[in-house]
């Protein structure tokens, strides 16, 4: 009897066995084919971010020679006001000048026949303080 037990637990042992073996067998095969597909797929794929990064590469080099132009157009520039400013800007600060004096000779003379300007009024919210008052009103706040 001891032995038909024996025998029926072995069978048992041996039917889970098989069985697990049997089902690790399928996973196996399974990541077989899935890193089969993977690596088919990685490879397109590979190839297609090394034509994205030469691409990028390519417009760096272009980005950079711009920038390179930029900077000899703008140290151009610089170079080009500082002629202007030096040659022009004396003589013209100069009529400038004569032109302003010119004009406060002339605005002396006219100044006498022109009349008096009215006083200025100051604005508090919304309606208008005469000259006289504000001047009472700011010798008051100043004793305060």
């Known amino acids: 009897m001891a032995g038909i037990l024996v025998a029926v637990f072995w069978a048992i042992l041996v039917s889970f066995l098989a069985v697990a073996l049997a089902r690790l067998a399928q996973t196996l095969k399974a990541t ?3 890193v089969a597909d993977v ?3 990685a490879v397109p794929l590979l190839a297609d971010a090394s034509q994205a990064v030469r691409s990028a590469q390519t417009q760096i080099d272009r980005v950079d020679a711009i920038a390179t132009d930029v900077q000899e157009v703008t140290s151009n520039a610089s170079a080009l006001s500082t002629t202007v400013a030096s040659t022009f800007g004396g003589p013209l600060v100069k009529v400038a000048a004569f032109g302003y004096g010119v004009r406060r000779a002339l605005g002396g003379r006219k100044a006498e026949d022109v009349p008096a300007k009215s006083p200025r009024r100051t ?11 504000r001047s009472k009103r700011n010798r008051g706040n100043t004793g305060k």
């Open 32 to 34: 077989t084919k899935l």
């Open 39 to 41: 690596t088919d797929q």
């Open 123 to 133: 604005v508090i919210v919304g309606r208008t303080v005469p000259a006289a008052r």
